[in-house]
């Protein structure tokens, strides 16, 4: 290489890896998004264990993708995936970034999927339990369906995903949908917190301690999707990635605020009133449905994307409830049901990498492994050591009996 290309390729990978590591601190930031978003969503006495397992999920989704999860998704020796400052051992040819920024991006993915559990699974469900489920989910289940998809690799030696036609830019199916399938499964184990559901079948609204903290959370996980979103264009040291990077940031922007309008009309043609936790989840609901597919829609397409979102979200929260699915924060709806959503989507406006039959293919192939193989798992931790908290506990909140401090001790219990 003469001096002159080094020199470019040099600034290039310098540019490429600085931009990685701030997008993958965008998306590291949507953690405490979570953590504010379903700690306004629950009751202030279960306020300490949701945290607790909002923090403790990220450490560990960070150890067991270190340990094994990279591996698994992108292949090599369990265990022995070392990563240099060249690249991955064992790599045919250099990286043009750094490879420890690409893991680094990586895992704050990984933790983003756990996050979801998490909130679906509020107050009732034994903080152990929770992490020995976050050890497989983020070790081995979730690198599995991700080495099928982004890792390229063969779906149990049959057929690769994208051959299909499938085509998911930064993880509305891989993701999101991932997390609210492994949700679902823990939420029909646990069954509904005590109270939810009346005798008559009628539902019986558990409103949030804080909605003030949901909605910081909700801007918190607004601001990281621009890294979630943006950061998997892999590049901006060129003309043509950085307006690609551009476009998925003014897309991403467009498709929250749509969301956000939608589920907000949405409530008050339904319920007659402007229902702030609707508005918060269809904000969220525009944003997975765009993040399958942020580089190609046009600004108005990209809006028109995430209203439909906001709207779906909306009926979706609904129906589950019906069907008595108690699921706090509406995780599954606005991850698992819009993310569905935002994989069909992508081939209206990018029909050439993508086709409507690799996408349900694909979204297949990702809800039944992830929601089977979470299933067996929580069945396992039940048999094992039980999943749900007592009635005594889960009336008393389980912040003093999982964790044994309140979140706000100067309330006092009437």
């Not at 240099?84 to 064992?90: E, N």
């Not at 250099?94 to 559990?117: C, E, L, W």
């Not at 949700?183 to 069954?191: D, I, K, W």
């Not at 765009?290 to 995430?306: E, R």
Request: charged content about 10%; overall charge negative; glycine content about 12%.
């Amino acid at each position: 290489m003469i001096p002159m290309e080094n020199e470019i390729f040099e600034l290039s990978y310098a540019l490429d890896t600085f931009y990685f590591l701030v997008c993958g601190a965008l998306v590291m930031w949507m953690a405490a998004g979570f953590a504010m978003l379903e700690a306004g969503l629950v009751r202030s006495k279960n306020t300490t264990e949701i945290l607790t397992k909002n923090v403790a999920l990220f450490a560990i989704a960070c150890v067991m993708y270190m340990v094994c999860g990279y591996a698994i998704m992108y292949g090599g020796d369990i265990f022995l995936s070392t990563i240099t400052g060249d690249g991955v051992a064992g790599a045919d040819e250099p990286a043009t970034y750094a490879p420890s920024a690409d893991f680094y991006f990586q895992v704050v993915f990984v933790a983003t999927a756990m996050s979801i559990v998490s909130g679906a699974v509020a107050e009732r469900m034994k903080l152990w339990a929770f992490l020995a489920f976050a050890v497989v989910m983020t070790g081995f289940i979730y690198p599995m369906e991700g080495s099928w998809t982004w890792g390229g690799n063969a779906v149990f030696g049959m057929y690769t995903l994208g051959d299909l036609g499938f085509l998911d830019f930064a993880g509305s199916g891989i993701v999101h949908m991932a997390g609210a399938a492994a949700a679902l499964a823990g939420v029909l184990l646990l069954g509904p917190r005590a109270g939810k559901y009346r005798a008559d079948g009628s539902v019986n609204a558990i409103p949030g301690a804080n909605l003030p903290l949901a909605t910081l959370g909700t801007f918190i996980l607004w601001l990281g999707w621009f890294g979630f979103n943006g950061g998997s264009v892999l590049a901006t040291a060129s003309v043509e990635s950085a307006n690609a990077v551009a476009v998925v940031f003014m897309n991403t922007n467009g498709a929250a605020a749509g969301g956000l309008i939608g589920a907000l009309l949405t409530a008050r043609l339904m319920f007659g009133k402007a229902d702030l936790t609707m508005a918060l989840n269809g904000a969220l609901a525009g944003l997975v449905a765009i993040t399958a597919g942020p580089d190609t829609p046009s600004a108005l397409q990209a809006v028109i994307f995430g209203a439909i979102g906001g709207v779906l979200v909306v009926f979706s929260i609904i129906t589950l409830d019906k069907f008595k699915i108690d699921d706090p924060v509406g995780a599954i709806s606005v991850h698992g049901v819009v993310g569905l959503l935002g994989l069909l989507l992508v081939p209206v406006t990018n029909g050439e990498n993508s086709s409507f039959s690799g996408q349900l293919i694909g979204a297949a192939t990702i809800f039944f492994w992830v929601f089977i193989t979470s299933f067996i798992v929580f069945f396992i931790i039940k048999t094992i050591m039980g999943i749900r908290v007592s009635e005594e506990e889960e009336y008393e909140g389980v912040d003093l009996s999982e964790c044994g401090l309140e979140a706000y001790p100067e309330f006092v219990n009437t």
